[in-house]
């Protein structure tokens, strides 16, 4: 395969896009023994296809599949690594439910995890595109632990694990692998070890990584990267009006920033202007050669037409600045 080359200012989602109505609709069914497995598994090769094409009609340069296959990002990994039960699902907000994954056994590698769901988006896409992995930290964070002597011990064998599948994605040609790590902002107490593991989790694997942190207060995480393996960060701005840029200053040289420049917590669509200022702020600031645009995380909360504006909206934006930039875009390489 040869390296690939992206325009200035790439965009890109976070990951997770709002599954098709007919699609909940079709899960809801599997459950009380409506649709067979295989009927199943059509409806979500489907969505997929049907999520894919909104970010490709929005203009999006690396796509994901929209997580259409994972109910929530800790379960869908906790499900396929051995050594994990289940307790009754919990409230987290609103009507979301979730089941809270327990380690009660040694954690036990069964075989990939999502390399299936790269491989089908790969065969459907033409583009570059994007596969999302949940982080060890993470997941440890949102698991009960009656197996391990401490979080910690817990956290670096679920490095392991995910340093398996990290390997089987690269092998498998994926050429952007993000580490999703939403919880590492929330104790900072425990950076130093948590990004050890995340290192770990890495080891050896020399496609291009990038790691998404929901928001923080990324002053904490920042004088970490230095020794942190990941080439970029994505970060989530819109949501506090873009008050906090000026940290991206302290980034080291050799990390690229995904910026989060979409709200998506907030149903109300930003104006192409909007988005355009936020950008132009920010390569005043930041190197344009070494910026990603994508929205603050991922859009699977919004209602999908939302969603799909507010791509839109981004690339708009995107594309009017790109003629004022005079930088070369990244170039995605492969090993
Ligand atoms: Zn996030």
Request: charge should be neutral; charged fraction near 30%; include cysteine.
């Amino acid at each position: 395969m040869t390296d690939i080359s992206l325009p200035v200012l790439p965009t890109t989602v976070i990951g997770s896009y709002p599954r098709p109505a007919w699609l909940r609709k079709v899960l809801r069914l599997w459950k009380t023994g409506k649709f067979d497995k295989e009927q199943v598994e059509e409806a979500l090769n489907d969505a997929v296809i049907s999520v894919l094409s909104d970010q490709v009609e929005a203009g999006i340069d690396i796509p994901s599949d929209g997580e259409q296959r994972r109910d929530e990002m800790v379960e869908y990994f906790a499900e396929r690594i051995g050594g994990f039960k289940f307790y009754d699902p919990i409230r987290i907000w609103g009507n979301a439910y979730y089941r809270k994954p327990a380690v009660y056994a040694p954690l036990e590698y069964r075989g990939s995890i999502v390399v299936r769901e790269f491989m089908f988006l790969k065969s459907v896409c033409n583009k570059p595109v994007k596969v999302t992995v949940t982080g060890p930290y993470t997941i440890a964070d949102w698991s009960f632990n009656e197996y391990y002597s401490s979080k910690e011990e817990l956290t670096f064998e679920l490095a392991k694990i995910i340093n398996r599948e990290m390997k089987a994605l690269e092998e498998a040609g994926a050429p952007y692998v993000q580490i999703d790590e939403p919880a590492l902002s929330t104790h900072p107490d425990e950076l130093d070890w948590a990004i050890e593991a995340i290192n770990m989790a890495v080891n050896n694997v020399r496609i291009k990584i990038g790691m998404h942190v929901c928001y923080g207060d990324y002053s904490k995480i920042i004088p970490y990267l230095e020794k942190l393996r990941v080439s970029q960060l994505a970060l989530e701005f819109a949501n506090r009006g873009f008050k906090d840029i000026g940290i991206v200053k302290k980034m080291p040289e050799d990390k690229e920033l995904g910026f989060g420049v979409i709200d998506v917590h907030n149903k109300k669509i930003e104006t192409t202007d909007e988005v355009y200022y936020a950008i132009k702020r920010m390569i005043e600031i930041f190197p344009a050669r070494r910026l990603y645009i994508n929205p603050d995380c991922g859009l699977k909360m919004l209602p999908r037409k939302i969603a799909k504006e507010k791509m839109r909206i981004m690339v708009e934006a995107t594309r009017k600045i790109r003629g004022e930039v005079k930088d070369d875009g990244p170039v995605i390489k492969i090993p």
